[in-house]
């Protein structure tokens, strides 16, 4: 697996603590969900590793299905823009919806989902965040399980991507700003 190169300045999260805190979740979220039919949403592409582990951390049984929607195109910046790119093979009316993330940022990527999601009428509609970064706990977006609260820095690895790189780090840390200034 991918390693931790030069072009990480440090290492804020490691394989081990990543594991643990996931597993932390996953009872809380097996106790919420026990004897309900529970469908995770994964928020693609940064949700993958999330969804790969959350899921299989869970002692309860749960369905699958992702949704495609970009709000970054290339840069570090959120543009504002948010874009249906793969919608749901789902039918989500009377479902217990659980929508899973990697970071919420400014919580523009969310607002959206959430809002377009609450109209198809789920049973209940929550969510998971592996990160969550200082601006979108002021965003007014109800998170429901969140992995880390993190410092306003941008960080790859575990999912998350620097214009489409560094998802396949196993650890999390800060890209060295030399690598996009
Ligand atoms: C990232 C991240 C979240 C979103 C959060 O996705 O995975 O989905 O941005 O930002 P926001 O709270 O400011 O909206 P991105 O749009 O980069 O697509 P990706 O998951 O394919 O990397
Ligand atoms: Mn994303
Ligand atoms: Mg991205």
Request: proline share 3%; hydrophobic share 40%; with cysteine.
């Amino acid at each position: 697996s991918a390693d931790v190169g030069d072009e990480l300045t440090k290492v804020l999260y490691t394989p081990d603590q990543l594991a643990s805190r996931l597993k932390e979740l996953a009872g809380e979220i097996d106790t919420e969900y026990e004897g309900k039919d529970l469908l995770l949403v994964g928020v693609l592409s940064g949700a993958v590793m999330v969804m790969a582990d959350l899921s299989r951390a869970l002692s309860i049984h749960c369905d699958m299905d992702w949704m495609a929607i970009s709000s970054y195109g290339s840069g570090t910046q959120s543009s504002g823009v948010v874009r249906i790119l793969k919608d749901l093979n789902t039918n989500i009316s009377g479902r217990h919806v659980l929508v899973v993330e990697d970071i919420i940022d400014t919580g523009l990527t969310l607002s959206y989902l959430i809002s377009n999601l609450r109209s198809r009428d789920p049973a209940s509609l929550d969510i998971m965040t592996m990160f969550r970064k200082p601006e979108a706990a002021k965003s007014g977006v109800d998170v429901r399980w969140i992995g880390f609260d993190i410092p306003n820095e941008f960080v790859v690895g575990y999912g998350l991507d620097y214009d489409g790189r560094y998802r396949n780090l196993t650890s999390v840390g800060t890209l060295s700003p030399h690598v996009y200034s």
